[in-house]
């Protein structure tokens, strides 16, 4: 039986030097600390970045309806509204009319929200630069190569559990 691992979220200083009992262990400590680390807020972000997964998909693509939005990046579609709402009302998204059905309406970036968001993401890569710098070329490829193995498995294995579940929440 594993340790509750999830209850190392305030850590002391002898838990910071206890190694994961295990591989999943470990995986679960470091999306848990990332996570957390990442969605801070530094002094300089004009957004929260609870929106930050919304901006990088809407920087990716040029403009989508918000259900589109939502189903993408596997949120309730009345979360991504609200916090579209938000980025709308602060200049970083804008609306625009959808050619294909004049009753819907598109979200896209604007160009301030462009940048501000390019900002905000290049802030976070630099945390991450900083922390790899000292690790040998090896190091890093082997980090890359093994995080997105990882998160290729996980995305499978999540789209077979939602697929596993969908049947029966039809079915209601």
């Not at 004009?46 to 949120?75: E, N, W, Y």
């Amino acid at each position: 039986m594993h340790r509750i691992y999830a209850c190392v979220m305030q850590q002391t200083e002898t838990d910071r030097l206890l190694a994961p009992e295990s591989p999943e262990e470990a995986v679960i400590v470091l999306v848990m600390q990332a996570g957390r680390r990442l969605r801070t807020r530094h002094p300089e972000d004009q957004v929260d970045p609870s929106t930050f997964p919304l901006a990088k998909q809407l920087m990716c693509t040029d403009a989508m309806r918000v259900s589109d939005l939502a189903a993408h990046i596997g949120l309730d579609a009345s979360t991504v509204s609200r916090q579209i709402k938000q980025l709308e009302d602060k200049g970083i998204v804008e609306r625009t009319d959808d050619p294909a059905d004049g009753r819907a309406s598109l979200v896209r970036l604007s160009s301030q929200g462009r940048a501000v968001m390019q900002a905000a993401f290049q802030r976070r890569f630099k945390r991450i630069q900083a922390v790899l710098e000292p690790w040998s070329a090896a190091d890093r490829a082997q980090l890359q190569r093994l995080l997105t193995r990882l998160a290729a498995d996980l995305a499978a294995a999540n789209d077979r559990d939602t697929a596993d579940v969908q049947p029966e929440t039809a079915a209601r």
